[in-house]
């Protein structure tokens, strides 16, 4: 199984832009990616145990996870298929914008599958 951890940390025209993402890689008939069964459960363990996991944030945030983890795997194509599984996605309430999490995540699933994205996707977080 393959791991992947990537942690967006830039500043585009002035604006901080974090946030990190981590994900395992199966090899599988087909390309998949689903969320895992914990992945905000970081929050419990720093903020105790009635910390906020679930919400229209979290929902939107790992919708962002999910779909650049799919997006890498389209972009790595030739290199086998593979189920990612998102297993954690860590974020600020200041420094984390729209899209930042996708980045973060392709990135992470490239590295669970053995790939290379390069800077390309730093171009725009966010757009």
């Keep these: ?28 008939a087909q390309n998949a990616v689903t969320p895992g069964p914990d992945p905000y459960g970081w929050r ?3 903020y105790g145990p009635s910390a906020r996991v679930t919400g ?12 650049g983890a799919a ?4 972009a790595l194509s030739g290199g086998g298929r593979f189920h990612v599984t998102v297993v954690e996605v860590l974020d600020t309430p ?5 899209g930042d999490v996708r ?19 730093f171009t725009r977080p966010g757009a």
Aim: charged share 25%.
């Design 1 to 28: 199984m393959g791991v992947g951890r990537h942690r967006l940390a830039r500043i585009v025209d002035g604006l901080g832009h974090l946030a990190e993402v981590a994900v395992t890689a199966e090899p599988a």
């Design 44 to 46: 419990r363990e720093v």
């Design 56 to 67: 229209p944030d979290e929902d939107r945030m790992l919708a962002e996870a999910l779909e």
């Design 71 to 74: 997006l890498a795997l389209a």
């Design 94 to 98: 200041a420094d984390t914008c729209p």
């Design 103 to 121: 980045v973060a995540a392709a990135h992470a699933t490239a590295e669970a599958v053995g790939g290379e994205l390069g800077d390309v996707w």
